[in-house]
Nanobody, 113 residues
Framework: QVQLVESGGGLVQAGGSLRLSCAAS????????MAWYRQAPGKQREFIALITSDGSTKYADSVKGRFTISRDNAKNTVYLQMNSLKPEDTAVYYCRSNTVHYWGQGTQVTVSS
């Protein structure tokens, strides 16, 4: 059974940083295209970043240069390092395996101005 468990969300001031984690079980993250999405209140869920099995990364323009996706194969975990956070980054952040189409439960990130 596939499980993706996000953690690391919280409340941070604008300009601050957070690191989100996505611990996977039932899949091997290095064999999957793993991605982060977010959904703000009243808005559609949107793509943020992904990392492919060969380590290639892709980012949404809105986070390029501020967010970094990475993975730790030994821990079977994917990370999202978020720097220079803005109030508009406030959302629930979700981890997803784009390969097997599983979502995590999400973690709330709130950026205060």
């Amino acid at each position: 059974q596939v499980q993706l468990v996000e953690s690391g969300g919280g409340l941070v001031q604008a300009g601050g940083s957070l690191r989100l984690s996505c611990a996977a079980s039932g899949i091997i993250v290095s064999d999957n295209t793993m991605a982060w999405y977010r959904q703000a209140p009243g808005k559609q869920r949107e793509f943020i970043a992904l990392i492919t099995s060969d380590g290639s990364t892709k980012y949404a323009d809105s986070v390029k240069g501020r967010f970094t996706i990475s993975r730790d194969n030994a821990k079977n975990t994917v990370y999202l390092q978020m720097n220079s956070l803005k109030p508009e980054d406030t959302a629930v952040y979700y981890c997803r395996s784009n390969t097997v189409h599983y979502w995590g439960q999400g973690t709330q990130v709130t950026v205060s101005s």
